[in-house]
Protein backbone atom coordinates (compact mmCIF):
# COMPACT_ATOMS: atom_id res chain seq x y z
CA UNK A 1 0.00 0.00 0.00
CA UNK A 2 2.52 2.49 0.89
CA UNK A 3 3.81 1.59 -2.73
CA UNK A 4 0.71 2.72 -4.23
CA UNK A 5 0.23 6.48 -3.27
CA UNK A 6 2.68 9.69 -3.52
CA UNK A 7 4.15 9.79 -0.34
CA UNK A 8 3.78 6.50 0.71
CA UNK A 9 0.16 7.69 2.11
CA UNK A 10 -3.16 8.70 1.39
CA UNK A 11 -2.77 12.87 1.50
CA UNK A 12 -5.66 15.03 3.55
CA UNK A 13 -6.44 18.60 2.73
CA UNK A 14 -5.13 20.87 5.98
CA UNK A 15 -8.83 20.84 7.04
CA UNK A 16 -8.93 16.91 6.49
CA UNK A 17 -12.30 17.18 4.84
CA UNK A 18 -10.59 16.11 1.66
CA UNK A 19 -8.58 13.48 0.90
CA UNK A 20 -6.13 13.22 -2.24
CA UNK A 21 -5.28 10.05 -3.73
CA UNK A 22 -2.17 10.91 -5.75
CA UNK A 23 -0.82 7.55 -6.91
CA UNK A 24 2.76 6.88 -8.31
CA UNK A 25 2.97 3.28 -9.84
CA UNK A 26 3.48 2.44 -13.79
CA UNK A 27 1.11 3.93 -15.40
CA UNK A 28 0.64 7.56 -13.84
CA UNK A 29 -1.37 6.22 -11.11
CA UNK A 30 -3.68 4.53 -13.52
CA UNK A 31 -4.83 2.33 -10.70
CA UNK A 32 -5.62 4.92 -8.13
CA UNK A 33 -7.49 6.87 -10.92
CA UNK A 34 -9.53 4.18 -12.96
CA UNK A 35 -10.95 2.70 -9.25
CA UNK A 36 -12.20 6.15 -8.43
CA UNK A 37 -13.42 6.86 -11.87
CA UNK A 38 -14.90 3.63 -12.82
CA UNK A 39 -18.41 2.70 -12.26
CA UNK A 40 -19.16 -0.28 -10.29
CA UNK A 41 -20.02 -2.66 -12.90
CA UNK A 42 -24.10 -3.34 -12.30
CA UNK A 43 -23.06 -7.10 -12.32
CA UNK A 44 -21.28 -6.70 -8.97
CA UNK A 45 -23.70 -4.74 -7.48
CA UNK A 46 -26.12 -7.51 -8.34
CA UNK A 47 -23.90 -10.15 -6.69
CA UNK A 48 -23.61 -7.99 -3.78
CA UNK A 49 -27.18 -7.56 -3.24
CA UNK A 50 -27.83 -11.64 -3.82
CA UNK A 51 -25.32 -12.52 -1.57
CA UNK A 52 -26.62 -10.59 1.33
CA UNK A 53 -29.71 -13.04 0.67
CA UNK A 54 -31.61 -10.10 2.70
CA UNK A 55 -33.88 -7.02 1.65
CA UNK A 56 -31.02 -4.64 3.45
CA UNK A 57 -28.72 -5.78 1.18
CA UNK A 58 -30.43 -4.83 -1.82
CA UNK A 59 -31.62 -1.78 -0.02
CA UNK A 60 -27.95 -1.03 0.72
CA UNK A 61 -27.01 -1.42 -2.83
CA UNK A 62 -29.56 0.87 -3.81
CA UNK A 63 -28.35 3.63 -1.16
CA UNK A 64 -24.82 3.35 -2.21
CA UNK A 65 -26.30 3.94 -5.64
CA UNK A 66 -28.05 7.06 -4.85
CA UNK A 67 -24.98 8.20 -2.53
CA UNK A 68 -22.74 7.64 -6.30
CA UNK A 69 -25.44 10.14 -8.36
CA UNK A 70 -25.06 12.53 -5.50
CA UNK A 71 -21.56 12.80 -5.53
CA UNK A 72 -21.49 12.58 -9.14
CA UNK A 73 -23.57 15.51 -9.46
CA UNK A 74 -21.47 17.28 -7.11
CA UNK A 75 -18.11 16.45 -8.49
CA UNK A 76 -19.67 18.08 -11.83
CA UNK A 77 -18.76 14.29 -13.36
CA UNK A 78 -21.02 13.00 -16.08
CA UNK A 79 -21.91 9.44 -17.41
CA UNK A 80 -20.38 8.80 -20.54
CA UNK A 81 -22.41 6.91 -23.50
CA UNK A 82 -19.46 6.14 -25.38
CA UNK A 83 -16.08 5.00 -25.54
CA UNK A 84 -13.12 8.10 -25.66
CA UNK A 85 -9.92 7.28 -27.58
CA UNK A 86 -7.46 5.71 -24.87
CA UNK A 87 -4.33 4.39 -25.01
CA UNK A 88 -3.91 0.93 -25.43
CA UNK A 89 -4.04 -0.48 -21.62
CA UNK A 90 -6.56 2.27 -20.84
CA UNK A 91 -8.79 0.86 -23.57
CA UNK A 92 -8.17 -2.87 -22.13
CA UNK A 93 -9.76 -1.00 -18.74
CA UNK A 94 -12.95 0.82 -20.84
CA UNK A 95 -13.56 -2.71 -22.54
CA UNK A 96 -13.18 -4.80 -19.55
CA UNK A 97 -15.91 -1.92 -17.87
CA UNK A 98 -17.78 -1.99 -21.38
CA UNK A 99 -18.46 -5.68 -21.52
CA UNK A 100 -21.42 -5.40 -19.37
CA UNK A 101 -23.15 -2.85 -20.48
CA UNK A 102 -22.15 -0.44 -18.22
CA UNK A 103 -20.63 3.07 -18.64
CA UNK A 104 -17.54 5.18 -17.37
CA UNK A 105 -17.74 8.46 -15.59
CA UNK A 106 -15.95 11.47 -16.78
CA UNK A 107 -15.11 14.94 -15.41
CA UNK A 108 -16.81 18.01 -17.07
CA UNK A 109 -13.51 18.85 -19.14
Known sequence: MN?????????????????????????????????????????????????????????LVESREEGNRKILGLLDVDIVPVPLIHTHGVNGTMNWSHSGGDTVMAPHG
Do not use: H
Open 3 to 59: QLYESGEMLYTLDGKKLLLAGTIVGGGSAVNWSTSIKTPSTVLTEWAINQRSQRGRD
